[in-house]
């Protein structure tokens, strides 16, 4: 009785992580088979050659080369300089936005006092809260849109691509947030 209680207990647990992942989508050349890629290497993207202004999400490099590169290494892919397969790159776009939120409004409950006189003392009549209706407002919201994106090192034809969105919290995009947001990804993937 106590193990099935446990065991109940666990897979509602799995359950319930695995329904509040976040969706993500994956687009893919299905003329090209990836089993036959074996090697491949980050690239940087910029406007221009040129450029050489720091871009906002750079904080995140590390943290999403190795969370690909572990997703990679399950894939027997591993990183090469030299002569690539496959040309990875990445991208990450933060949306400032607004969401509309409602909450609950109750009266103040009070208690009343009135003389009695026939009993000729005071009594008190409780009233409690009341529903009276909904407030609602608006909060300012942070979305983080993570894209993976590989080419073919030979023909430079983009063969696999995949994104997901995530809700960032009050502390921002954290190394935890990206792997959960790599994960889902190429978990996407070997659905």
């Avoid at 995949?162 to 919290?169: A, D, F, K, Q, V």
Wanted: net charge negative; aromatic share 14%; charged share 25%.
């Amino acid at each position: 009785m106590k193990k099935s209680a446990i065991i109940m207990s666990l897979l509602a647990g799995c359950l319930f992580s695995f329904s509040c992942s976040t969706p993500a989508y994956v687009e893919k050349d299905n003329s090209v088979d990836l089993s036959s890629y074996k090697t491949y290497m980050w690239v940087n993207t910029r406007a221009s050659e040129n450029d050489e202004s720091k871009r906002a999400t750079e904080y995140a490099d590390i943290s999403i080369h190795n969370a690909v590169s572990a997703e990679l290494a399950k894939w027997g892919w591993r990183e090469s300089t030299d002569d690539p397969d496959v040309l990875i790159s990445y991208d990450v776009l933060v949306e400032r936005g607004t969401e509309t939120q409602s909450e609950s409004v109750y009266s103040q409950p009070f208690t009343r006092y009135y003389y009695n006189p026939y009993r000729r003392r005071w009594s008190t009549v409780y009233y409690p809260s009341r529903f009276i209706g909904y407030r609602e407002y608006e909060t300012p919201v942070r979305d983080a849109t993570v894209t993976i994106t590989m080419f073919d090192a030979n023909t430079d034809k983009k063969v696999w691509q995949g994104w997901t969105t995530e809700r960032l919290s009050s502390t921002g995009f954290n190394d935890l947030d990206i792997k959960q947001s790599v994960r889902n990804i190429f978990k996407e993937e070997n659905k």
